[in-house]
């Protein structure tokens, strides 16, 4: 067996930032891969995902940062010396428990452990620029460009940070970039198959796991200090599914009941689709689709692990089920994808992936699958469309776009389903959760009924 190779911290967030930069690769697969292939002691495993996700999250602003305090345009640097110079930036401005000193160290040594170390002494001197710059940088201004300055304050591309300027106004749209750069709460969906919240919390707390009961669904729990989940008894044996609030809360607005045929339309890897099995009592059908085959395989290993035995998996695109099964279903779950800006606090790396000409692109697909769903909605049957996006093209317009073309299907109350100071938020095609409103990932829930 090879001998795994020691590295630190900062050698591991590196190596995880180029395969991301070189290699277009997802920040959490190259940091996963970079972590499994080398050997790191857990508190250096904690500080490189800590580095590495905030160098990501804070992209546009490091290197806002790195050529005001070098003078270079970033692209006259060498791409190594860009990204040590990134982690470093990161820690002087943004990890207060390094200090700063330490900081400077660590960034000047790490180039000195590459093919560059002939560029320490230029790394050493932007670094020691950076702290005695720090407190007096020339931000943008706040009030004659509130696009710019929240774009390079808050590190979120010019053309997002415009589009929500226009839709919620410059307090609103700072405090939401503002939550998109916060750590994501932890939650947990108790299987109420196989025991109860209260249960399933004391066995946490006896594993060294604290939760709270969640206020938006009965069966959720936020966690306040955790370690690995996956390797404990009570989710190895199903007694819960790691998922997010907001995603719980819409299959609550479903609201299937034990019998129902229900669709999920866009089921991997199957935290819904056990869901919504679980509000069923494990009773009933529920078809699961999915446009590839490994994540069907997902849903499969979920239902297994969570001891829910009527789900049925289909390789299918949610646009062409209309040609097997007219008015089959008496629900239907459609979570379709979309742009994702509702998670940028879990996928920072969605921010500098997407481009205006998705959300178009995407909203032409939503549109077409929500049609075929509704076409194979019984009479008297419930369709759930939601998004964990807020964008307009992707919500409110998809929907009133079937609506506009369908007599036969309504908008539905969705109020009953939510949490009581929730309700007021609703509107005519539903609801937009925020986060730095609800407190929970961005999404959009709209319950529609066909008459």
């Not at 929500?164 to 709460?185: F, H, I, M, S």
């Not at 008496?330 to 379709?336: A, G, K, R, S, T």
């Not at 949490?419 to 529609?448: N, Y």
Request: charged residues 30%; contains cysteine; hydrophobic residues 40%.
């Amino acid at each position: 067996m090879t001998r795994k190779r020691k590295i630190d911290a900062r050698e591991a967030s590196l190596l995880a930032l180029q395969r991301v930069e070189a290699d277009d690769a997802y920040v959490n697969l190259a940091l996963d891969e970079v972590l499994s292939s080398h050997s790191l002691d857990p508190r250096d495993k904690r500080l490189a995902a800590e580095i590495t996700y905030g160098v990501i999250t804070y992209k546009l602003t490091l290197d806002w940062l790195i050529e005001k305090v070098s003078g270079r345009p970033i692209k006259k640097l060498d791409k190594p010396i860009h990204q040590i110079l990134r982690i470093g930036f990161y820690q002087l401005f943004y990890l207060d428990r390094v200090p700063p000193a330490a900081a400077v160290h660590a960034t000047v040594e790490l180039v000195k452990k590459g093919k560059k170390r002939g560029l320490a002494p230029f790394v050493n001197g932007v670094m020691r620029g950076a702290l005695r710059k720090k407190d007096h940088l020339p931000w943008p201004d706040k009030k004659k460009d509130s696009a710019n300055y929240l774009s390079v304050r808050y590190s979120h591309p010019l053309w997002l940070v415009r589009r929500w300027l226009n839709r919620y106004g410059p307090e609103e749209a700072e405090k939401l970039v503002a939550a998109n750069n916060q750590a994501a709460p932890l939650s947990i969906r108790v299987n109420t198959l196989r025991t109860d919240r209260d249960t399933l919390l004391s066995e946490l707390t006896a594993a060294g796991v604290e939760a709270v009961p969640s206020t938006v669904v009965p069966e959720g729990a936020l966690l306040t200090r955790s370690g690995r989940l996956t390797e404990l008894a009570p989710y190895r044996e199903g007694r819960f599914q790691v998922q997010g609030e907001s995603a719980m809360l819409t299959s609550r607005v479903l609201d299937p009941q034990a019998g129902d045929a229900v669709l999920d339309g866009c089921s991997a890897p199957g935290g819904k689709t056990t869901h919504l099995a679980q509000l069923m009592n494990n009773s009933g059908d529920i078809l699961a689709l999915d446009i590839h085959p490994h994540r069907l395989e997902l849903v499969k290993a979920n239902c297994r692990r969570m001891g829910v035995d009527i789900v049925r998996t289909q390789c299918l695109d949610a646009r062409e089920i209309a040609k097997e099964n007219p008015d089959s279903f008496d629900c239907i779950l459609l979570d379709v994808p979309c742009s994702g800006f509702g998670v940028i606090r879990r996928k920072p790396d969605l921010k500098w992936r997407r481009s205006e000409d998705d959300i178009r692109k995407l909203a032409h697909v939503q549109c077409d699958m929500l049609k075929a769903a509704a076409a194979v909605l019984k009479p008297g049957g419930t369709l759930v469309y939601s998004t964990c996006t807020n964008e307009p093209e992707e919500t409110d317009e998809v929907v009133e776009e079937l609506l506009k073309n369908q007599d036969d299907m309504v908008p539905d109350d969705l109020r009953p389903y939510l949490p009581q100071d929730w309700q007021q938020d609703a509107g005519k095609t539903g609801i937009h959760l925020l986060p730095h409103i609800h407190g929970v990932d961005g999404f959009f829930i709209s319950r529609l009924k066909k008459i």
